[in-house]
């Protein structure tokens, strides 16, 4: 594996990379999640490069930037191992050799939930994965269904900026809890752990209620914020995966996602599950 730091280093090194030239950005920290989005590629590209950046531009003011876990002996020990050609761990001021002018700004996509939530977070992430896509020049990049918001934010920047790349989504990766993998479960304690998978069970108990044909959002998201407890609710929502706006009520045959985000202790989790409501002659 080859580890460049340095963004001019890049050209030089992703032209001696056969093609397909498959993409798995990260901020480290690395888990079976990342580990299934490289497999991913690892099977569909001759060659995969993965970025580990922990990008300060997606954290607000009074989160977790300082703090963020980093591993990185562990991280590229994993990534030799998953057969990765080309590691770019670039330092901030590589990335951000300049206070930028230019930003990518999600609109629409980011007005609710994380984006109400975070504001400038997924400016930050568009921001950040244009110009990782601009360095390395990957033929597809592979991100995970975890982060459903963040997902429709890059496929819609690569539809409206026309940017040359293939976005592909892979599955979440749980815990056998049902608990969705993520960097910041370390943070954890014993009886937080034990409660978190409870984000999980709530999303499922929304999905059963819609699924078996109750089309109000609010009588699907009490039974499900009892579930919840003892996480501490931020929302949970009921949205259409191209416009994430939380609906009131669903429409019959329709593809859906419920979004929850909840505290156990200070850790923010988040997760999503799809929702396929039944045609209407079976509601
Ligand atoms: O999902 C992440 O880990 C980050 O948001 C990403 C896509 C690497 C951008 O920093």
Not at 214 to 222: C, F, G, M
Request: with cysteine; hydrophobic share 45%; proline share 7%.
């Amino acid at each position: 594996m080859r580890l460049v730091t340095r963004a001019g280093e890049l050209h030089a090194a992703r032209a001696s990379l056969p093609r397909p030239l498959g993409f798995v950005p990260t901020m480290g920290a690395l888990h079976a999640g990342h580990s299934a989005l490289i497999e991913r590629a690892r099977a569909e590209c001759e060659a995969v490069a993965v970025s580990v950046f922990v990008n300060p531009l997606q954290f607000g003011p009074n989160e977790d930037f300082q703090s963020y876990p980093r591993s990185v002996d562990d991280d590229r020990e994993l990534l030799e191992s998953l057969d990765v050609a080309l590691l770019f761990a670039p330092s901030v001021s590589e990335m951000y050799p300049q206070k930028l002018d230019v930003f990518v700004e999600p609109t629409m996509l980011a007005r609710h939930l994380e984006g109400e939530r975070r504001p400038g977070h997924f400016r930050g992430v568009a921001t950040v994965v244009l110009k990782l896509l601009n360095l390395v020049a990957p033929q597809r990049a592979y991100f995970g269904e975890k982060d459903a918001q963040q997902l429709a934010v890059l496929r819609r920047m690569v539809d409206d900026l026309a940017v040359p790349v293939e976005v592909i989504a892979c599955e979440t990766v749980r815990e056998p809890d049902g608990l969705a993998l993520s960097s910041r479960n370390v943070y954890l304690g014993a009886a937080e752990r034990r409660a978190a998978p409870n984000l999980h069970r709530a999303l499922e108990k929304t999905r059963e209620m819609l699924e078996a044909g109750e089309s109000e959002v609010s009588a699907v998201l009490e039974p499900a914020r009892a579930t919840l407890a003892p996480l501490r609710e931020d929302y949970l929502a009921v949205v259409r995966p191209d416009e994430f706006r939380p609906l009131a009520s669903v429409a019959p045959a329709a593809t859906l996602i419920a979004v929850g985000a909840a505290f156990a202790g200070k850790t923010r989790l988040i997760d999503n599950v799809r929702v396929q409501t039944p045609p209407r002659a079976e509601r």
